[in-house]
């Protein structure tokens, strides 16, 4: 490995659209894998697959694929119903099979982690956790059982709570009645303080990758598309990093072994906040950067209930 600092050297990013919001249960709809490196363009390898539920119209009117539209683009594509395509960087697509797409994201990720190279993912236990599932529906080796296991991986929505954790969310106007200058970065209201970064775009009331985007300034010009939002995940980090330099100066290593004591910490914190005033909860699980069983467990009897 080269000595290069991690930040510096190519990266990779995760992300999926999906069937539901329990990363146990939910089936990939789509999912990319973007190669970055600092200088050359981003080269996201994406992937479309048919979950073999019905894709409900909640979760369809957040990343617009329905089952109709699946059906119609394997079609298009010379795929069969149940199966995936692979779309590559050059714009070539190819049709596969649903388990086909699954080892290669798997083995995508893998890799990355082999080169010992930083996997960006938001919100990673979602996401992984979910692959995790994915893998051993398709008999795939999971991510977690291989020889390097799961490492490296880096989550903004962690670090930039870890590193901010008192800002406040611009979701008002100032007392005078002023609101913030989107288009200048001007901010006036009484949120998003804290930190070294200026308010990018005010109306931020939570750190979803979306938000985390308006607050640093960071373009997402087709958000839920899950190529798009890996690229931004990354470029999020990059203003965390300036923000905050000190995580570059970790070993990579060093930064995952943070978030899990990070991560466990302020799903703590919010869980003693739900129960003091009486909100309910799924228990917030504080494992990263996937879930355990007992918390997905947890999860499926709050939904349940």
Known sequence: ??????????????????????????????????????????????????????????????????????????????????????????????????????????????????????????????????????ARRYDVDPLSHRPFGLRGVVDPMVVEKAFDQWRKTCYKKAADGTECDRENSVHVCGGCRGGKWACGGCGTTDRTLTSLCAHYGVVLADAHDAAADAVASVRVLGKLISGWPQMAAWKLGTLHEHQVTWRRTQQDGLREFFDKVGKEHDGMCPSWPVHTDACASAHREQVAA
Not at 50 to 69: C, L, Q, S
Not at 102 to 129: C, K, S, W
């Open 1 to 134: 490995m080269s000595s290069a600092k991690w930040h510096a050297q190519p990266v990779g990013a995760f992300d999926t659209e999906t069937t539901g919001q329990d990363p146990a249960t939910a089936r990939i709809v789509t999912a990319a894998v973007v190669h970055m490196q600092t200088g050359t363009r981003p080269q996201p390898l994406r992937w479309l697959v048919d979950p073999g539920i019905d894709v409900p119209a909640e979760a369809a009117e957040v990343h617009g694929y329905t089952n109709d539209r699946i059906a119609q683009l394997l079609a298009e594509h010379g795929g069969k119903p149940g199966g995936a395509l692979r779309f590559l960087p050059t714009g070539a697509v190819r049709p596969i099979p649903a388990e086909t797409a699954i080892f290669e994201i798997a083995m995508q990720l893998g890799g990355l982690i082999a080169r010992e190279q930083a996997v960006i993912v938001h919100n990673a236990p979602y996401d992984l956790t979910l692959l995790e599932h994915e």
